[in-house]
């Protein structure tokens, strides 16, 4: 796929069988959704969007995303809340989460059991290296700040 | 140079924000660094205060080849011209254009397509080009093409969103008056708002830059001058007083005016790092006695500055000379000047060129000849004051010992009302020293120190003349 080519057609063709690792992403922002969606697509991941925190937990039960990355200031049940929630439930535990905030909450989210941090806003490089590091299993290479 | 740090600029602010330079170290002095990273700033000012040049020269200075600039053009100038006449600028550089700095020019499509097509176009731009900083010139013209004051809102609104989503640092620029601040929604969206604006003056126009709001960081507040050259804008961010050390004391040493008698009167010479005026009429010999102050300095080795605005380089050379008796190669290179014509003076570019000699050569005497001719350039009496107390308290601070000249009516010795009494220059100098001319059946010169703080001087009022040397007191 060209980099010019329409990203929202990756995000109506996630739930379709894919050889693309599936990133579940959490965020009612239209511009962070449209920008994440486009820069995952060119990276070579699936995404699939949730607008909120109950639907994101319920997604991913049954979705099994490779990854989960969201906002914290989400509705209904935040995106601190929605990460100890996947890895309190034992269907879900296993995907590893990146809260990408607009919020420098670092040790909160590392409490919350995510696996990597990420502040907005949305630098495309530094988004899909941690991306590509926590599927890898990897100690991600960016994290806390968007410095 | 392009306004160089002229004093110690203000600390970036402690809570971690990235900056993204100017290209002017004057400007970034006066933001506190630079401006805030992915923010979204507002350029304003009249047409021809240099808000183009400025961004233009921020694109040149930030191009990168993997995250370009991105300039886009809408309705105010066709991108030929703007392109056409910033490759007349020293800092401009072919090579990074189409690579590093993106111009691109939307006038078409928003003719076209309305407002909308600039938020479409700059989505499109940061899937394509990962644009690191993009400046939008002119932004303001984008009010011509929307149907309503609602449809204005949504659409800076809907902007601002992306430009607040994605990792870019963005600029408008716009012929913005004051008084559509508050009533443009791009300024309730921006983080940091800068005006360039030019006051007129009788003989030549002074241009100066204010920072009117920065989020999150602190910057120098109040009016910085700065002009336009052929190599950009060079700032000069306005002095403020310096922060004296808990342990910092005034030095006791004195060191020689230059003329005997005078030191003699004044309880063993001036101290050193003192600022000292001398007030008289026209022909009283503030000059001679501010060149005597001045050689004196170079006979001792020390390295001073001289800045005059009435006599040229020439005439002060012959007076040196004759005074003098001619100096050696070695002694004439301590000697530095700054020969400014009054209509050419702008205060806040004599301020920076002084500090900066200060600071590359050592300066330890400095003469300002004279003080009027400074209070026509600024037009302004409470500036004047303000300026040379700072800067004469940062000459205190590095033990620079500093003479002043301030011309009189004839027969008034030093009077305590009008211009005198405003500039308060009893709070600004140490010493004061006051020289006359008495025309009752001759003219007789006379000489008096009014103040000398810290010394014991001679309350007389002595008689004294100027001989090819110098004066000579009675």
């Known amino acids: ?147 | 140079m392009s306004g160089a740090h002229r004093q110690p600029p203000i600390p970036a602010a402690s809570n971690g924000l990235r900056r993204v330079t100017t290209g002017n170290p004057g400007a970034d002095a006066i933001l506190g660094g630079g401006f805030p990273s992915n923010s979204i700033n507002v350029i304003m000012g009249a047409p021809g205060t240099g808000k183009t040049m400025f961004a233009q020269q921020l694109a040149l200075h930030n191009a990168d080849p993997e995250r370009p600039v991105l300039y886009l053009t809408t309705l105010s100038e066709p991108l030929a011209k703007v392109v056409t006449y910033l490759q007349q600028l020293s800092f401009f550089d072919e090579s990074k254009v189409g690579t590093a700095v993106r111009y691109e020019d939307l006038g078409a499509a928003l003719i076209q397509h309305g407002i909308g097509a600039l938020v479409s176009h700059v989505r499109d731009a940061i899937k394509r080009l990962s644009p690191h900083i993009i400046i939008i010139d002119s932004f303001k013209a984008i009010h011509d093409l929307s149907t309503s004051a609602a449809d204005l809102r949504r659409f800076v609104s809907d902007l601002a969103g992306l430009l607040s989503a994605y990792d870019t640092t963005t600029f408008l620029v716009g012929e913005y008056s004051e008084d559509e601040i508050s009533s443009y929604p791009e300024f309730a969206v921006a983080d940091a708002i800068v005006e360039l604006a030019r006051r007129k003056r009788t003989t030549s126009d002074e241009r100066y830059v204010r920072v009117s709001k920065l989020r999150g960081s602190a910057y120098r507040e109040g009016l910085h001058g700065f002009r336009i050259t052929a190599g950009g804008l060079e700032f000069y961010p306005r002095l403020v007083s310096p922060e004296f050390p808990r342990n910092y004391l005034p030095a006791v040493d004195r060191i020689s005016i230059g003329i005997a008698g005078l030191d003699k009167m004044l309880g063993g010479g001036l101290l050193k790092g003192s600022c000292t005026l001398i007030a008289g009429p026209t022909g009283s010999g503030k000059t001679t006695t501010a060149l005597q102050f001045a050689l004196e300095g170079v006979r001792q080795g020390e390295p001073i500055l001289f800045v005059n605005f009435q006599e040229n380089p020439s005439q002060l050379g012959r007076a040196i000379e004759a005074m003098s008796g001619g100096l050696d190669e070695q002694t004439l290179q301590r000697w530095n000047a700054i020969y400014l014509s009054p209509v050419e003076l702008q205060i806040d570019s004599l301020i920076g060129r002084s500090f900066d000699l200060i600071r590359e050569t050592g300066i330890r005497r400095l003469v300002i000849d004279g003080i009027g001719d400074l209070l026509l350039a600024a037009g302004d009496v409470q500036r004047v004051h303000d300026y040379v107390y700072a800067f004469t308290q940062h000459l205190a601070r590095n033990d620079v010992s500093s003479l002043l000249t301030f011309e009189i009516a004839m027969g008034h010795r030093y009077p305590a009302s009008g211009l005198t009494e405003q500039l308060r220059f009893s709070a600004l100098t140490d010493a004061i020293i006051s020289l006359d001319i008495d025309a009752t059946d001759r003219l007789r010169r006379t000489i008096c120190v009014l103040k000398c703080r810290n010394s014991s001087h001679d309350l007389a009022i002595r008689e004294m003349e100027i001989t090819a040397t110098g004066l000579r007191i009675a």
């Open chain 1, 1 to 147: 796929m060209s980099r010019d080519s329409d990203p929202t057609q990756s995000v109506r063709s996630a739930i379709v069988p894919s050889a693309r690792a599936l990133i579940l992403c959490v965020d009612r922002d239209p511009h962070i959704r449209e920008l994440e969606a486009y820069f995952l697509d060119q990276a070579g991941f699936a995404v699939h969007f949730a607008e909120d925190g109950a639907q994101a937990l319920e997604l991913a039960r049954t979705l099994k995303p490779s990854i989960v990355i969201t906002e914290i200031l989400v509705p209904g049940l935040d995106g601190l809340a929605l990460c100890h929630q996947l890895k309190v439930t034992s269907e879900t535990r296993h995907i590893p989460v990146v809260v990408f905030s607009i919020l420098a909450a670092e040790a909160r989210a590392q409490e919350a059991g995510a696996e990597a941090f990420l502040r907005k806003p949305l630098a495309e490089h530094r988004l899909v290296q941690v991306a590509r590091d926590v599927l890898g299993g990897s100690k991600p290479s960016a994290t806390s700040d968007s410095a």
